[in-house]
Each structure stands twice: as structure tokens, then as C-alpha cells.
């Protein structure tokens, strides 16, 4: 009896972390590429985190700020360069695409 009682105190607790967790991610509102402001591969290379400016990087077209991440001081992060394209990087680095949720985005890549 104690053991059921518990099992379903356990489903009780699962299903309350599982929809608090889904209505996070559906609160997220969606990227809409329309809404993002246009940089060439040249005006993103000023945003390279360097001499106090801001720190960019694009993955799949969307550019993010990576400018308040720690692990990106001064534009640099495990030798990898801000104010560049990083798509094929990060597809081979241990990165989820969770790490660039979190991330506020600043533009859309054009060329
Ligand atoms: C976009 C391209 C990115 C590439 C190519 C990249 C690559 C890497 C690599 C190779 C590692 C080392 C993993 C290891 O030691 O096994 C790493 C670790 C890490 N990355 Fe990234 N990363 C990228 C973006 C990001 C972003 C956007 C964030 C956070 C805002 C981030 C945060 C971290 C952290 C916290 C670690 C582990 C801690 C550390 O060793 O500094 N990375 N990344």
C-alpha cells in the first residue's frame, strides 16, 4: 500500500516538472528571420568582442550576442572567434542547440 501510495506520489511529481518544463519551452516566442536586422560577413566582423566592443557569432544564419557569456571573453571561446560565421564549428562541437536558445538574437546573415 505504502509503495503504491508513493509510485503515485512520484507520477504526481514527474507531471508537474514535465508541464512547468513544456510551458517554458512554449513560451519561447519563435525566431522570425523578417524581424532580424540584415549584416554581411563584413559587418559582423566588427562585432568580434574585442577593444569593448560587442561580441557576435552566426550559426544557420542567425546571428547572436555572446557578449555578457562568460566563456566568451574578449570575443574568445576554445580558440573560436566572434564576429564570424561558426555554423560548421559549433555543428562539430559538444554543443546542443539549448546553448543558443539562451542567447539573445541581434540579426540574420546575408551575404
Ligand atoms: C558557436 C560556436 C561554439 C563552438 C564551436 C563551441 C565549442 C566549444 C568546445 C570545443 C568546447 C570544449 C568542450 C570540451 O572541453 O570537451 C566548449 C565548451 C564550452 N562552451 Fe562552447 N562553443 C560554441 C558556443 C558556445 C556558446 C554560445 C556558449 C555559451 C553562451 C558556450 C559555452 C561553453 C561552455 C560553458 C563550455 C564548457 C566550459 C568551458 O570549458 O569553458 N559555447 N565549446
Redesign the pocket.
Known amino acids: 500500500m505504502k509503495k503504491i501510495v508513493l509510485l503515485a506520489l512520484l507520477l504526481v511529481v514527474i507531471g508537474v516538472v514535465l508541464s512547468v518544463y513544456l510551458k517554458n519551452v512554449s513560451d519561447q516566442p519563435p525566431v522570425n528571420p523578417n524581424d532580424l536586422k540584415p549584416f554581411t560577413r563584413t559587418e559582423l566582423q566588427k562585432y568580434n568582442g574585442q577593444d569593448g566592443s560587442p561580441a557576435y ?1 552566426a ?1 544557420d544564419g542567425i546571428i ?1 550576442d ?1 557578449t555578457k ?4 571573453k574578449n570575443g574568445n ?2 580558440g ?1 572567434q566572434a564576429g564570424t560565421d ?1 555554423t560548421e ?2 555543428r ?4 546542443r542547440t539549448s ?2 536558445e ?2 539573445s538574437t541581434v540579426g540574420k546573415l546575408v551575404d
Open positions: 557569432i550559426v547572436y555572446v557569456c562568460e566563456s566568451w571561446h576554445k573560436y561558426l564549428e559549433f562539430l562541437s559538444p554543443h546553448v543558443l539562451k542567447l
